[in-house]
């Protein structure tokens, strides 16, 4: 039996169109939870009495702040970091974990239709949602905050006429 598949994950004659993370609006609260746990930290330093067992209370207070910055700041920027969004010329790949790994793939043959949304925000920083259509048990797929959401729309939507069009031609 030989492997048809290369070290990337991708079949034989399939190849990577495009590699995406979420938007970098994703990050912007953890970023913002950071500067006013510092700002926060500080000021309780400074505003801390001079006391005799002051060594515990600075102590305290660090550590609650190294689990505020760990929980709402260190997890959902690996998260950001360790998922992404990839297209193939055969399939919409999905990878996401941070200690463990998930993948999610979508053929485009599969896709029936893809659509996208944005807000005043959204439009604004060149973000929205992809709202992907799928035959199948799965139905909808809808990713949130992908960067050139527009582009991203009709990159996918030619792909998938594409694949359908390789595929009638290998029927042929």
Known sequence: MTVMSSASGLAQGERLVLRLH???KTVLRPLLILAATVVALLVA???LPPVHDGAWVRLALGAAAVVIILAFTAVPLLRWRTTSYELTTRRL???AGIL???GRDFPLL???DVS???GPLDRLLGCGRLVVESMGEHGQLVLTEIPQVQRVQSMLFQLVEDEQQRLAREQQ
């Open 22 to 24: 979420q938007h970098w």
């Open 110 to 112: 599969r896709i029936s």
């Open 100 to 102: 463990t790994r998930r």
């Open 45 to 47: 330093l400074i505003m």
């Open 93 to 95: 790949r999905l990878r």
């Open 116 to 118: 996208f949304a944005q």
